[in-house]
């Protein structure tokens, strides 16, 4: 059997592993049975779908969600060449590794956040962009961190969402990632492959 993992779920497990508070099977069920969508995951969805259609607000708003983007935001902001593409590696004879990079150039990998605190260490102990470097053989891969003010301001039924600051992190392939990626693969296949079964889970 081919066990499929993606690429975030990999950071959900280290957060799982380092959770005193969550049993093995709590994130067992959390990583295979899905998770509750919480207002917080449905802004991050809609803010996704914001950017892959060029900005199309009138969208964000049909789920919900409303953007205001400060005037005082520095940076540049790259919306790729190719977005929202998804991508099977057979990492190893019984593991696939799905990723879907929000979007792509000829020379880098660029994935969006939105979150109410900017924590760079979180994002740069990841192994999203370790994966998604190794997959696509790149040798640059930027986050575009944008952090709002709130989802609490809720206006003729739409969530509105100030985007207060940006952020940008870089990061490159050093010469144990594919080694540390394959490790870690590893673990949380075999993981899976104790867990799903228990909990009733074929694929």
């Known amino acids: 059997m081919i066990i499929r993992l993606s690429a975030t779920m990999l950071d959900s497990y280290l957060w799982g592993m380092s959770n005193d508070d969550m049993t093995s099977e709590e994130l067992a069920k959390e990583l295979f049975l899905g998770k509750t969508q ?7 969805t809609a803010f996704h779908s914001l950017l892959e259609h060029d900005f199309d607000y009138e969208l964000a708003r049909s789920q919900g969600f409303n953007f205001l983007f400060s005037d005082q935001l520095d940076g540049t902001v790259e919306l790729g060449e190719v977005r929202e593409k998804k991508y099977v590696t057979r990492i190893f004879d019984d593991v696939d590794l799905v990723s879907k990079i929000d979007a792509e150039t000829r020379t880098k990998i660029i994935d969006h956040k939105l979150t109410a605190v900017f924590d760079p260490e979180k994002y740069m102990d990841a192994y999203q962009w370790r994966v998604y470097l190794l997959e ?18 809720i206006v003729d039924g739409v969530t509105e969402v100030k985007i207060k600051s940006y952020h940008e992190l870089h990061q490159h392939p050093y010469s144990t990632l594919e080694s540390d990626v394959k490790a870690l693969v590893r673990e949380v296949a075999d993981f899976a492959k104790y867990w799903k ?6 694929a």
Do not use: D, W
């Open 38 to 44: 919480t207002i917080a995951m449905k802004c991050g």
């Open 136 to 153: 696509r053989q790149c040798n640059t891969f930027k986050y575009q961190v944008f952090e709002h003010s709130g989802l609490e301001k």
């Open 197 to 202: 079964p228990k909990l009733g889970v074929t």
